[in-house]
């Protein structure tokens, strides 16, 4: 049986849901990752509309906290069941120092909480290479896995202090590459408003 649910995206629903985050980031300051996560988990409407950005449209399927083989927990993986596309989301928090911290007089380090968001998208991208076939990992995505991305969302922008930063911010997630495909990364500002942009094009369907 899936481990995923089942989920039909409303979009006047998806409208609300990110229009009150945005208020409440907006107020919120920075933030640790329990009470940011716990924002997002009760708009799922909302983080559909982050699928846009993984390169798919229409997600059928949503999943928080889904554990890989025992090992891995995978923050959220939204994906389309039709076409077996899936993707693949770490939340860190979002404080002064989740992208960059300390450091020397010239400039800052790469904050650990970053560092862990590009590693569990590594070690997922692992589990998946090395067990393809694996009955437990197809039965928890209900069949195969036929295409899938991957994101980290970690940090403010307001937390970069200088163009240097933002110029390693920006270079460093255009460099990054997981099975040979690009990995988002974004702050939790840049996920506003990117499903901001891809609710838009989807009421230009509507």
Partial sequence: MSALHAISVDLPTATSELASFKAWLATAGFVGETPIVAEIKSRPHMVCLLAGTLGF??????RFELQMKGMFRIDLVLGNDGLRQFGLIEFEDAM???????????????????????SQIVDWAWVRSDHPNDSVLVAGFGGRIGTSTYAVICGRTMSLRDDMEEKRFA??????????????VLTYDEM?????????????WV
């Fill in 192 to 204: 506003v408003r990117t499903m901001e942009d891809n609710l838009s094009w989807l009421k230009s």
């Fill in 171 to 184: 270079h460093r997630r255009a460099s990054l590459r997981v099975e040979g495909q690009p990995a988002v």
């Fill in 57 to 62: 449209s229409a997600p059928n399927l949503i």
């Fill in 96 to 118: 002064p120092d989740s992208i960059f911290r300390k450091g020397t007089k010239q400039y800052r380090y790469w904050s650990p909480r970053i560092e862990h968001g590009f």
